[in-house]
């Protein structure tokens, strides 16, 4: 996957507001008249679907909170209006048939302002949505717009930033275009940066006042589904989540006090999703005095750098728990200088781990000085060095844990009739240089579907009131459609998406008089 920035750098990132609503609501803009749509459809709609299964199966707060797709051929036409991901699968699935039933190459004219009044209409709705559930919400009030399509970035972001001049972007967290193409499309690794991306001018900087991320990705399940799992990561960005400690450095490092210490300012990544999250057994709050929480990172830790431990000798049988990614802070509240310095200190850290072929032995200290306990159980974490200047942090055994066990030695010579036929077995195996998750799948997503799909789990997202199917929920059919409003579920989606159809020439409209309090009553 290629990135590059086409616009400033000059808005770093919309505070979060609240603990729990630092995930932004998101829009997808799919532009169906591309030439590539026709191979893109299939896969983008399963990409769409896997990685939606998996964000209303995971316990905990939802890291998807707010969707809305829309399709742009030749008009924006919003098939998802703003919706809550969670407990909502069935509709979820009903955009998906929709999005695969378009009519495919050939049936639209390409080119037009559709994708430009798509971002327009979907930051009226997302604005109306806001002032509509401002009072006791714990949505977060920022947006992300991701626009896949397959022309060209460049002409896109300059159709943007010539459209979007006069429109109020504070709401806008972020805008996204994702070129996908095919892989012999694709520009090979490093040549992007022979060519220095054109800069905009400094009238350009001063329209947006923000990032335009580029992307291009290749027209495949896994880097469609890789692309939009990011929306799975930690938002938040009003703290730094970690602090690493260690010794103070500098010229008089041989005589510092122990008291002194340099501290590096860290955000926590996961490596991994809990699989206990997935299943559902476990509940949103996975601290413990043993492991550093999952999702979202609710508290300040601070690893103190005990001991330097030569990688090899370290046995893997003690690591234990779900990895770590530890990476330099990206806390908006930090001045750029002190951002800076921080991220050069992390990396010469990494730099030096490696070229020592050293890990580090760290300490959690407790996040509080006054506990209420007058014993503190402590844990303790092995650092791992990459060169992808990052670090992995994983759980250490201590003696309390550790059960006896003995390894006898493995013997030099094996007579031949054993060594024999397990050589054989070990050639007959197909190598593999290394290890790639991405090769191997457990049938998770078809699991999740067939779960989301029983009929417990329909009723579950069914309005409590939902009446016979002779006495349908009011539709103004002839009226456009408030598109604003998080319809819970409709009594049949096919039926209303498909009805929808003639309604959805434009979402700019606000609520329609008569409606506002049947929307609010939903929202209760």
């Given at each position: 996957?290629?990135?590059?920035k086409?616009?400033?750098?000059?808005?770093?990132g919309?505070?979060?507001?609240k603990?729990?609503?630092?995930?932004?609501?998101?829009?997808?803009?799919?532009?169906?008249?591309?030439?590539?749509?026709t191979?893109?459809?299939?896969?983008?709609?399963?990409?769409?679907e896997?990685?939606?299964?998996?964000?209303?199966s995971?316990?905990?707060?939802?890291r998807?909170?707010l969707?809305?797709l829309?399709?742009?051929?030749?008009?924006?036409?919003?098939?998802?209006p703003?919706?809550?991901v969670k407990?909502?699968?069935?509709?979820?699935?009903?955009?998906i048939?929709?999005?695969?039933s378009?009519?495919?190459?050939?049936?639209?004219?390409?080119?037009?302002?559709?994708?430009?009044?798509?971002?327009?209409?979907g930051?009226?709705?997302?604005?109306?949505?806001?002032?509509?559930?401002?009072?006791?919400?714990?949505?977060?009030?920022?947006?992300e717009?991701?626009?896949?399509?397959?022309?060209?970035?460049?002409?896109?972001?300059?159709?943007?930033?010539?459209?979007?001049k006069d429109?109020d972007?504070?709401?806008?967290r972020?805008?996204?275009i994702?070129?996908?193409?095919?892989?012999?499309?694709?520009?090979?690794?490093?040549?992007?940066?022979?060519?220095?991306?054109?800069?905009?001018?400094?009238?350009?900087?001063?329209?947006?006042?923000?990032?335009?991320?580029?992307?291009?990705?290749?027209?495949?399940?896994?880097s469609?589904?890789?692309?939009?799992?990011?929306w799975?990561?930690?938002?938040?960005?009003?703290?730094?989540?970690l602090?690493?400690?260690?010794?103070?450095?500098?010229?008089?490092?041989?005589?510092?006090?122990?008291?002194?210490?340099?501290?590096?300012?860290?955000?926590?990544?996961?490596?991994?999703?809990?699989?206990?999250?997935?299943?559902?057994?476990?509940t949103a709050?996975?601290?413990?005095?043993?492991?550093?929480?999952?999702w979202?990172?609710?508290?300040?830790?601070?690893?103190?750098?005990?001991k330097?431990l030569?990688a090899?000798?370290?046995?893997?049988?003690v690591?234990?728990?779900?990895p770590?990614?530890?990476?330099?802070?990206?806390?908006?509240?930090l001045d750029?200088?002190?951002?800076e310095?921080?991220?050069?200190?992390?990396?010469?850290?990494?730099?030096?781990?490696?070229?020592?072929?050293?890990?580090?032995?760290?300490k959690?200290?407790?996040?509080?000085t006054?506990?209420?306990?007058n014993?503190?159980?402590?844990?303790?974490?092995?650092?791992?060095?990459?060169?992808?200047a990052?670090?992995?942090?994983?759980?250490?055994?201590?003696?309390?844990?550790?059960?006896?066990?003995?390894?006898?030695?493995?013997?030099?010579e094996?007579?031949?009739?054993?060594?024999?036929?397990?050589?054989?077995?070990?050639?007959?195996?197909?190598?593999?240089?290394?290890y790639?998750?991405?090769?191997?799948?457990?049938?998770?997503?078809?699991?999740?579907k067939?779960?989301?799909?029983?009929?417990?789990?329909?009723?579950?997202a069914?309005?409590?009131?939902?009446?016979?199917e002779?006495?349908?929920?009011?539709?103004?059919?002839s009226?456009?459609?408030?598109t604003?409003?998080?319809?819970?579920?409709?009594p049949?989606?096919?039926?209303?998406?498909?009805?929808?159809?003639a309604?959805?020439?434009?979402?700019?409209?606000?609520?329609?008089?008569?409606?506002?309090?049947?929307?609010?009553?939903?929202?209760?």
């Amino acid at each position: 996957m290629n990135s590059r920035k086409l616009t400033s750098e000059t808005r770093r990132g919309f505070p979060a507001t609240k603990a729990h609503s630092q995930q932004p609501s998101r829009i997808v803009i799919v532009d169906v008249t591309t030439p590539s749509w026709t191979s893109t459809c299939s896969v983008l709609s399963e990409a769409l679907e896997n990685t939606l299964c998996l964000a209303c199966s995971l316990a905990g707060p939802c890291r998807i909170p707010l969707l809305s797709l829309y399709v742009v051929q030749n008009h924006q036409e919003c098939l998802l209006p703003f919706m809550q991901v969670k407990e909502n699968f069935a509709r979820v699935q009903t955009c998906i048939s929709e999005l695969r039933s378009l009519p495919r190459e050939g049936c639209f004219p390409r080119g037009g302002n559709g994708v430009v009044q798509a971002v327009q209409d979907g930051l009226q709705q997302f604005k109306q949505y806001s002032r509509h559930t401002a009072a006791g919400s714990s949505t977060n009030s920022s947006v992300e717009i991701t626009i896949l399509t397959s022309e060209s970035g460049k002409e896109m972001v300059k159709q943007l930033e010539k459209k979007l001049k006069d429109v109020d972007l504070v709401s806008l967290r972020r805008l996204q275009i994702i070129e996908v193409l095919k892989r012999d499309l694709l520009e090979p690794e490093g040549a992007e940066q022979s060519v220095p991306a054109e800069e905009p001018g400094s009238d350009d900087i001063a329209i947006l006042g923000m990032d335009i991320d580029v992307q291009t990705v290749e027209d495949s399940v896994i880097s469609l589904e890789m692309l939009l799992k990011t929306w799975l990561h930690d938002y938040g960005t009003d703290r730094e989540q970690l602090h690493l400690l260690l010794p103070s450095g500098g010229f008089g490092h041989a005589t510092a006090t122990k008291s002194s210490l340099m501290c590096l300012k860290c955000d926590l990544q996961e490596r991994l999703l809990d699989p206990a999250l997935v299943d559902g057994t476990r509940t949103a709050d996975l601290s413990s005095s043993c492991q550093l929480a999952s999702w979202p990172a609710t508290a300040l830790y601070r690893l103190r750098v005990v001991k330097a431990l030569k990688a090899e000798g370290v046995c893997e049988s003690v690591l234990y728990g779900l990895p770590f990614i530890i990476k330099p802070t990206s806390c908006w509240q930090l001045d750029w200088d002190e951002l800076e310095t921080n991220q050069h200190s992390f990396h010469a850290l990494c730099y030096s781990l490696l070229k020592r072929n050293w890990m580090l032995l760290a300490k959690c200290e407790p996040q509080n000085t006054s506990p209420s306990w007058n014993i503190m159980v402590h844990s303790y974490y092995i650092i791992i060095p990459s060169d992808s200047a990052t670090l992995l942090v994983k759980a250490v055994a201590v003696r309390e844990l550790l059960l006896p066990s003995t390894f006898p030695a493995l013997l030099a010579e094996h007579p031949e009739t054993v060594c024999g036929p397990i050589e054989s077995a070990l050639n007959s195996l197909e190598v593999e240089v290394t290890y790639n998750p991405l090769h191997l799948k457990n049938n998770l997503y078809k699991y999740l579907k067939n779960v989301l799909r029983r009929p417990g789990q329909r009723q579950q997202a069914q309005p409590r009131d939902q009446r016979p199917e002779r006495h349908p929920p009011k539709q103004h059919q002839s009226r456009a459609k408030a598109t604003v409003a998080p319809l819970l579920m409709a009594p049949s989606p096919v039926q209303v998406f498909r009805a929808a159809a003639a309604r959805r020439d434009s979402c700019e409209q606000s609520l329609l008089l008569g409606e506002e309090d049947e929307f609010l009553e939903a929202l209760q």
